[in-house]
Structures are given as structure tokens and as C-alpha cells.
């Protein structure tokens, strides 16, 4: 991250600079109120530039008002040193979509940043505010992005959620680490951090939105295979076991299963042969017996910090088979039908 080193000019002129501009906008709001009104986002940073060039002489800040443009953050700048964004509204509201969390086009040497907001609503008004006062969440559009909103209190910024101030975050190598473990912490079960999984980033997915019928047979039965390793509550008899199954094909592998349930498990019963006798299981069970051994290739292939965060239970490199099958085992108790039958025996038997 780029850090400036220059020294700051004085913030006292720099606010009474920033005072004066807003009560000339909002002067201009008031007394030519159409014109002001049909300014687009484009028009009004010019504008803005313009009434602070006006506000700036006989001060400190003469001469040092600088339009940037482009797709640079912020839109203007000060002395080299303070930058003011420019948010614009149609609607009666003080919320808007702000920029990007990584700052990747900040402008070399801007180390104060301020938001100024022009509603462009009747009435029109002209807010100005320090920019990291104003950020209340992060949200996605195309990247993680904070939201802005310009009534926000003292102390409920996305900055006091997750305790470091915004020019710590900023200068991370990594600024989205601190975002996802506050809204990791907030997840209720079975929910999921879909847009900004740290943890995989190295695994691109498709940006094709699939409808699970239409996959290849060998598709499906590769999805299957991961799904019995990554969730084996599927072996218990919950209502609620194909949750997170769902969101996971959905967020990870861009597919779109209608019914979870019938895709994965249904489809009646099955037969297994044990020691000389046929059990009739459910038909899971028999899918499991069946692909054990791919499951279980799934599982070597699978880092063990990604498998415990799966199964919400520690693991490690050297034990995560027998973790998984005693997993499935303590889930599988859980269904009437087959508690007569050792499923953790029979796993070890065909895997270990």
C-alpha cells in the first residue's frame, strides 16, 4: 500500500474550508435549485471543484484544488494530502454504495478522505462528512464494497463492528481479512460468507449459473461425491441436514439444485450385504457404501483446515478419515433404521 509521508496541513483550515463549500452548495440548492437538480454525477464533481476553488482563496488551499476524475478515489483533492468524495442521490435518502474496500485507485499521497453527499431530492442539501464516519457495512456488487450512510452515528461504523480504525484497514495487504471474520462471527447455522471466501480464493467458479439436471452424469456424481465427504450430517435424519448442502452448490459450484432432498437421497431404499446378510437402508446409505472409496479420495485431496471448516470440528492431515468417518458414524445414530448396523465398522473396513 502506498502511505504518504507528507505533512498535514492544518485541519482546522482544511474544515473551514470544507464549511464554507457545503454552505455555498446549499446556498446554490436554494436559489437556483433547477439547475443544481439536473447535474449528473459526472457534472457535479466539476461543479463541487469549482465552488471550492471559489472557497480556497486567501486561504491555505489556494491553488492546490485538483479535479482527479477518471475511476480514481477521491474524485478531488487538497494540497496533495486531503481528497473529498463525491456521492450523489436521487431519491430523499442519506444511503448510497460506496467504494471498493481495497482501495486499489486511491490517489498517491491522499490520507484524509471525506464524503461529500449531494441529495439531489427535494429539498436538495449538500452534506459533507470525514469518510470513515460514514461507512456502516461492507457490501458486494462486482467486489467488496462499504455503504454509505451519511446520518450514521458515533460508534456504529463497519470500522468500530470490527474494532480496527479505517487507516489500519486500508494499509493491510489484506484488508478484506478483518471484514470477513466480523461477519463470519455473525452467521447464523448453515449460513455462509458467499462473496468474499478468503480461505478459497485460489478456486475460481464458474460465472455460468448451472441447473443441476443439466450436468453431465460425471459432474453430478463428482458434486456428490464432495458433498458426502464436506457434509455428513446428510447421514443423520435432521429436516434441516440439506441446508447447507444447498447454499454450498449454489455459492461455490454455481448450481442450482429444485429439490436437494431428491437429488441427493432419495429414490427409496437400498440392499446391503453384511456378513452373509441384506439390510434394507435407506437409499444414502447405499450411495455411501457404493462410493466410499471416491469419497474417501476426496477427502485426501481436501486441505484439513478446509474440512474442519466443513464440518465445524477440528481435524487434521492424519486423521481426517477416520474424523469423517466417525462423523458419519455419530450422524447415522441418529436414524432408527439404521442403528442395528455399524456404519463406522463397515466405513474403516472398506477406507483404512
Not at 85 to 101: A, D, L, P, Y
Not at 310 to 337: F, Q
Amino acid at each position: 500500500m502506498i502511505v504518504s509521508i507528507n505533512p498535514e496541513p492544518n485541519r482546522s483550515d482544511f474544515d473551514s474550508l470544507m464549511n464554507s463549500t457545503i454552505e455555498r452548495l446549499n446556498y446554490l440548492a436554494q436559489n437556483d435549485s433547477r439547475k443544481v437538480s439536473q447535474l449528473s454525477g459526472r457534472d457535479l464533481e466539476p461543479f463541487v471543484k469549482n465552488v471550492m476553488e471559489e472557497m480556497a482563496k486567501n486561504t491555505p488551499f489556494e491553488g492546490s484544488i485538483k479535479l482527479i476524475g477518471g475511476q480514481k478515489f477521491p474524485d478531488i483533492t487538497a494540497k496533495n494530502y486531503y481528497g473529498i468524495e463525491i456521492k450523489t442521490t436521487r431519491q430523499n435518502h442519506w444511503k448510497s454504495t460506496g467504494n471498493s474496500v481495497l482501495e486499489t485507485t486511491r490517489v498517491h499521497n491522499v490520507e484524509r478522505v471525506f464524503l461529500l453527499f449531494a441529495k439531489l431530492a427535494t429539498p436538495i442539501e449538500f452534506r459533507c462528512r470525514p469518510y470513515e464516519e460514514v461507512l456502516s457495512e461492507v457490501v458486494v456488487t462486482h467486489s467488496p464494497r462499504y455503504l454509505i450512510d451519511m446520518n450514521l452515528k458515533n460508534g456504529e461504523t463497519i470500522f468500530n463492528k470490527i474494532n480496527m480504525p479505517y487507516d489500519k484497514l486500508r494499509k493491510m495487504d489484506d484488508p478484506i481479512r478483518p471484514i470477513v471474520n466480523y461477519y463470519k462471527s455473525k452467521l447464523k447455522p448453515g449460513e455462509e460468507l458467499w462473496w468474499m471466501d478468503v480461505e478459497n480464493t485460489s478456486k475460481a467458479s464458474n460465472i455460468i449459473i448451472r441447473i443441476w439436471n443439466n450436468l453431465a452424469a460425471s459432474e453430478r456424481q463428482e458434486l456428490t461425491h464432495q458433498a458426502m465427504a464436506y457434509f455428513p450430517e446428510l447421514f443423520g435424519s435432521s429436516n434441516k441436514k440439506y441446508g447447507r448442502l444447498a447454499i454450498w452448490l449454489t455459492t461455490r459450484k454455481t448450481v442450482v439444485c429444485p429439490n436437494v432432498r431428491d437429488s441427493f437421497s432419495a429414490g427409496g431404499r437400498a440392499k446391503l450385504k453384511i456378513e452373509g446378510e441384506i439390510h434394507e437402508v435407506p437409499k444414502i446409505f447405499g450411495n455411501l457404501y457404493e462410493n466410499a472409496h471416491h469419497i474417501s479420495e476426496v477427502l485426501l485431496q481436501t486441505p484439513a483446515f478446509e474440512l474442519a471448516e466443513y464440518w465445524e470440528e477440528p481435524t487434521s492431515d492424519e486423521s481426517k478419515i477416520s474424523d469423517w468417518i466417525s462423523l458419519v458414524a455419530r450422524y447415522s445414530k441418529t436414524m432408527k433404521c439404521i442403528q442395528h448396523i455399524d456404519i463406522k465398522q463397515i466405513l474403516t473396513d472398506i477406507i483404512v
